[in-house]
């Protein structure tokens, strides 16, 4: 049963995410590239670099945290900048890089996208009418809860960066110094946060 408005707002919310998480090694390359040869402090850089590859506002009960290996391997000529924002594949005048968060994108033709997409249906066999409600189930492209399509991608800049407007530039550069990204953990995690959006701590 929906709860009153009144109720929605001070009810705990219920999120699951389930993350590959990128290599040690390959997020220090990209550290070390950003800030040594573009001057990005490191303090705009995304601590933990991972792809979501599923997401949902919905507690779902079969679930319980978890932490395993993989070993997912994105070749970088399959990988392109874009601004973390609707639209944001391609450039737009209303969207200034400097200002916003920027990630890199998986392309729909590698083949390592289906490696992702194994991950990401092992969440999907869980949507439920329960946890759906009245939403239509995600698949391989569209999403039940958030963003509407899915698209595999990682946050690797906060706002604030200052970088170039023209990320081909950065694109090119971060291509032909790193040749490869290895994503060697596949995370499951379970989330309850308070009214204020912060985080219920078990």
Same mark, same amino acid.
Request: proline share 6%; glycine share 6%.
């Given at each position: 049963?929906?709860?009153?408005?009144?109720?929605?707002?001070?009810?705990?919310?219920?999120?699951?995410?389930? #993350?590959?998480? /990128?290599?040690? =090694?390959?997020?220090? &390359? !990209?550290?070390?590239?950003?800030?040594?040869?573009?001057?990005? *402090?490191?303090?705009?850089?995304?601590?933990?670099?991972?792809?979501?590859?599923?997401?949902?506002?919905?507690?779902?009960?079969?679930?319980?945290?978890?932490?395993?290996?993989?070993?997912?391997?994105?070749?970088?000529?399959?990988?392109?900048?874009?601004?973390?924002?609707?639209?944001?594949?391609?450039?737009?005048?209303?969207?200034?890089?400097?200002?916003?968060?920027?990630?890199?994108?998986?392309?729909?033709?590698?083949?390592?996208? #289906?490696?992702? /997409?194994?991950? =990401?249906?092992?969440? &999907? !066999?869980?949507?439920?009418?329960?946890?759906?409600?009245?939403? *239509?189930?995600?698949?391989?492209?569209?999403?039940?809860?958030?963003?509407?399509?899915?698209?595999?991608?990682?946050?690797?800049?906060?706002?604030?960066?200052?970088?170039?407007?023209?990320?081909?530039?950065?694109?090119?550069?971060?291509?032909?110094?790193?040749?490869?990204?290895?994503?060697?953990?596949?995370?499951?995690?379970?989330?309850?946060?308070?009214?204020?959006?912060?985080?219920?701590?078990?």
């Amino acid at each position: 049963m929906r709860l009153p408005l009144d109720q929605r707002k001070t009810a705990p919310r219920f999120e699951v995410w389930a #993350q590959l998480c /990128l290599c040690d =090694r390959d997020a220090a &390359l !990209i550290r070390n590239l950003l800030t040594t040869r573009l001057g990005i *402090k490191p303090k705009i850089l995304v601590n933990r670099m991972h792809i979501t590859v599923y997401h949902a506002r919905r507690p779902i009960r079969q679930l319980q945290p978890a932490v395993e290996p993989s070993h997912v391997v994105i070749p970088t000529e399959a990988t392109r900048f874009m601004v973390m924002a609707p639209g944001g594949e391609n450039p737009r005048s209303e969207l200034d890089p400097a200002k916003n968060k920027v990630g890199i994108r998986i392309q729909k033709k590698d083949g390592a996208r #289906q490696e992702i /997409l194994w991950f =990401r249906e092992r969440l &999907l !066999i869980h949507e439920t009418p329960e946890v759906l409600g009245r939403r *239509k189930r995600s698949t391989h492209t569209a999403n039940a809860f958030g963003a509407r399509h899915f698209q595999p991608h990682m946050a690797v800049l906060r706002s604030g960066s200052g970088i170039d407007r023209d990320l081909t530039k950065l694109g090119l550069l971060f291509r032909h110094e790193i040749k490869s990204l290895t994503f060697d953990r596949f995370l499951i995690d379970l989330v309850q946060r308070d009214a204020e959006g912060k985080r219920i701590r078990a």
